[in-house]
């Protein structure tokens, strides 16, 4: 009987869940942009490939719990589905930042020149900051919902989800300078290099996008 | 007998503060409102001051508005069918507490007295239309509380939590809000126990509403600023002090009834030969009764106000002060009619309120399942052991 009361409500917040999930996306993303970089300077990336293995383990392990307890919540603060969305779109970003991570380790360029190297690296920089934002956006629901969903502080959601748009467009555009830098040297550099160099900024570019997209489903849960 | 019926009344009553009380203090526990040991505190005083107070009125229902008593001409018959339902109560809650059943020790002494009463003196010794009212009741209160915690929620929403400065606004809005608690208690308490003229009492609420109003307005501006929404939290962190002593009023108020009925029944009897002199709940019951759930929440009440409250940790400060607010005045306002209503139930009535109006998470939708099947299965169960018990019982 005594334990009735207590039933009523989850065992663990799912809105902390999810922000301990952004978190991780946010670790995945730092350690790829390490990784980048330690790879372009010629240095072993295994052991970033093993931090975001653990780390993609981990989101998979908070994503089937957040399943798990929203799928038993009668009343919650937000849509099982768009949670469900959200919380897929940023499991996806560490999942892609291991991708790339494997793809990495698989193929050494032989040769690349500065501008571009440090192109992708600015691009990791800008993906990183994109995925912190998303975090932070994450953290300011919890805000949203102690305030029983003010407009003010659905305003200042809006703000930050904008902030992610906005680096989600200069990965865009910075990914399309980059990317035709990469295919303008397809005469000097190995015809495979260049491939992997253009999926490795296009899988970048993707991460901002996965992190747009979860940024928009946040502002939609918000309101 | 009538020292089998204290003891068994008293063990009920410290069952009832033993385990029940967690669940009407869980939320404050959960909310870090109070400590465990502060719940103890609270609970021990107020349930105890509830129940002698204000603990008439539903001891009076239970005692004599269930079943016609001047339909049995042998007090003895009266006096074993009123142990009869005591001891059924208690099997019914030993079973469902081993079962994991929410079910209400006030549903259970329902359904006790009725069973002895159909087999005492047939089927039109019920008083259905009384019966009919209580079950309506087990349906509405949580509804109330519902809505009530639902509405108060949303006033702390629109009037505080969405202002531009939320701390200024919740200075305003808790005096109003433990204002409108005290008025209430004031009122029902002068009308009802102190039987004072209904304008005196008016005038008498208004005042001591008007006056913690002004007291709580006055401490308000003490508070620190700091950030907006944890400086709100921290001000319904102090006023859910206040709700939760309220809600172990109330409760001490609703639920002595469920071990006192039957021996106010018993103890009049024993006294006077008859049932007719129970025009009053003799004061001693009602503090015998008080003393039991008191002494419940002392001994055993600190371990499961602990486990309840530690299991809760979503619930702030606005919500819970919505929960227990909602909780408190529904049952509150119920003892005062001499309604018995089970203060568990009104408080998962008052969670889903604030869950609906997305205050809260809520779980688990069975445990809604399971109060409505608790409501079919308890009254009809305690009455048939009840009706069980007192068949061998007149055996002697």
Redesign the interface.
């Known amino acids: 009987?005594?334990?009735?009361?207590?039933?009523?409500?989850?065992?663990?917040?799912?809105l902390e869940l999810l922000v301990k999930l952004s978190e991780i996306g946010e670790r995945a993303v730092s350690q790829l942009r390490l990784a980048v970089e330690d790879y372009f300077n010629g240095r072993d990336i295994s052991s970033h490939g093993k931090v975001v293995d653990g780390l993609e383990r981990d989101a998979d392990k908070l994503k089937f719990e957040i399943r798990n307890?929203y799928k038993?919540?009668?009343?919650?603060?937000f849509d099982k589905s768009e949670l469900d969305a959200l919380v897929s779109s940023i499991e996806m970003i560490v999942d892609v930042a291991d991708d790339i991570l494997k793809l990495l380790q698989m193929n050494q360029v032989s040769f690349c020149p500065k501008d571009v190297s440090e192109g992708i690296l600015n691009i990791a920089v800008e993906v990183e900051r994109a995925v912190r934002e998303l975090r932070m956006s994450a953290e300011e629901l919890w805000?949203v919902?102690?305030?029983?969903?003010?407009?003010?502080e659905y305003e200042k959601e809006e703000e930050m989800v904008s902030e992610v748009e906005c680096e989600e467009s200069s990965v865009d555009a910075l990914g399309i300078k980059v990317g035709k830098k990469i295919f303008s040297l397809k005469e000097d550099l190995n015809p495979v290099d260049v491939m992997f160099l253009g999926r490795i900024t296009t899988m970048l570019s993707q991460i901002s996008d996965l992190a747009e997209n979860a940024a928009e489903r946040i502002r939609d849960m918000a309101s | 007998m009538t020292i089998l019926a204290i003891v068994l009344g008293f063990a009920m009553a410290y069952s009832i503060g033993a385990?029940?009380v967690?669940?009407s203090m869980?939320?404050a526990v959960?909310a870090k409102a109070i400590t465990p040991r502060q719940a103890v505190l609270i609970s021990g005083i107020l349930e105890f001051l509830g129940a002698t107070f204000f603990g008439a009125h539903v001891t009076k229902t239970i005692a004599k508005g269930i079943v016609n008593l001047d339909m049995i001409s042998n007090p003895d018959y009266i006096m074993k069918g009123a142990m009869a339902a005591l001891m059924a109560s208690a099997v019914w809650i030993i079973f469902?507490?081993l079962w994991?059943m929410?079910v209400s020790t006030t549903h259970s002494i329902v359904g006790g007295m009725m069973g002895f009463g159909i087999v005492a003196a047939g089927w039109e010794s019920v008083d259905w239309m009384k019966m009919g009212v209580i079950a309506l009741t087990w349906v509405i209160s949580p509804l109330i509380g519902g809505l009530l915690a639902y509405s108060v929620?949303k006033t702390?929403?629109y009037f505080v939590?969405?202002r531009?400065d939320?701390l200024s606004a919740a200075r305003v809005w808790v005096p109003i809000f433990l204002g409108i608690t005290f008025y209430i208690v004031a009122l029902l308490l002068s009308i009802k126990t102190f039987k004072l003229e209904h304008s005196f009492s008016q005038i008498t609420a208004i005042v001591v509403g008007v006056l913690v109003f002004a007291i709580t307005k006055l401490f308000m501006r003490k508070m620190p600023s700091e950030d907006p929404?944890e400086a709100v939290?921290g001000i319904f962190r102090k006023a859910q002090i206040v709700t939760s002593c309220y809600v172990s009023f109330s409760h001490g108020a609703n639920d002595v009834a469920n071990a006192v009925g039957p021996i106010a029944l018993i103890y009049v009897i024993v006294g006077t030969g008859s049932v007719s002199r129970l025009v009053e709940v003799p004061r001693v019951l009602l503090f015998l009764g008080g003393l039991g759930i008191a002494a419940g929440v002392a001994t055993l009440g600190y371990r499961?106000m602990k486990?309840?409250g530690e299991?809760?940790?979503?619930?702030?400060n606005?919500r819970g002060f919505s929960i227990d607010f909602a909780t408190a005045t529904t049952v509150f306002l119920a003892s005062s009619l001499g309604i018995p209503v089970s203060t568990?139930h009104t408080?998962?009535g008052a969670?889903?309120g604030v869950?609906?109006?997305?205050?809260?998470?809520?779980?688990?939708?069975n445990?809604?399942k399971n109060i409505a099947i608790a409501w079919f299965v308890t009254v009809p169960f305690a009455a048939v052991v009840s009706a069980l018990i007192f068949k061998f019982l007149v055996l002697f």
């Open positions: 009987m005594e334990k009735f009361i207590r039933r009523l409500f989850p065992k663990e917040s799912p307890i038993r919540i009668k009343w919650g603060y805000k919902v102690e305030s029983g969903f003010s407009p003010s | 385990n029940d967690a669940n869980a939320t959960g469902s507490t994991g929410p929620f702390i929403s939590l969405h531009k939320p929404y939290e499961v486990t309840v299991g809760i940790t979503e619930l702030n606005t568990t408080v998962v969670v889903t869950g609906m109006a997305r205050g809260i998470e809520v779980v688990d939708a445990i809604l």
